[in-house]
């Protein structure tokens, strides 16, 4: 009888905390415009730690720069920061700071897309999911994107 009533305790207290799940580490590509040699499309690339914790959803962004060929394992100077709201429609409402700047922080807002697909590598069929979550930034002269891939054995 005493052992039950700790035990219960415990399953509830466990199923009342919401889970956080550790952050993921995505790809990170920024695609914006440079007027040094004319007015053409510049991509950046880079890294980004992807958190999910229930609707909330927060992005941090290190620039590959500053992380070098030597150390791939060390990701380098925070250079974004975006912390938002999942919908159920998969739209992200959130703001995105720039870290080390004077500029304000934007309103912006993303769609979260995830697929998977069936492949065969060698005997072994794999189930690939492709996720990506894309932010156009307004006024659209330039976008953030983060994308992942995952395989596991069907």
Not at 8 to 34: C, H, N, Q, Y
Not at 40 to 51: I, L, N, S, T
Not at 59 to 78: K, N
Not at 119 to 125: A, L, N, P, V
């Amino acid at each position: 009888m005493f052992i039950r009533i700790p035990l219960l305790l415990a399953m509830i207290l466990a199923t009342g905390i919401p889970r956080a799940e550790a952050a993921e580490l995505w790809d990170f590509i920024r695609v914006g415009k440079s007027f040094a040699s004319g007015p053409k499309w510049v991509p950046k690339g880079g890294k980004g730690e992807v958190a999910f914790r229930g609707s909330k959803i927060e992005l941090r962004v290190f620039d590959a720069a500053d992380s070098g060929e030597a150390a791939p394992d060390q990701l380098g100077r925070e250079t974004i920061r975006i912390v938002g709201t999942l919908g159920s429609d998969r739209t992200i409402q959130a703001t995105c700071t720039f870290l080390e700047t004077d500029a304000n922080p934007l309103k912006i807002t993303g769609r979260y897309i995830s697929r998977d697909e069936v492949q065969t590598w060698g005997d072994k069929r794999k189930i690939v999911t492709q996720s990506e979550i894309v932010f156009p930034h307004p006024p659209n002269f330039e976008f953030f994107g983060f994308l992942r891939q995952f395989a596991r054995d069907e």
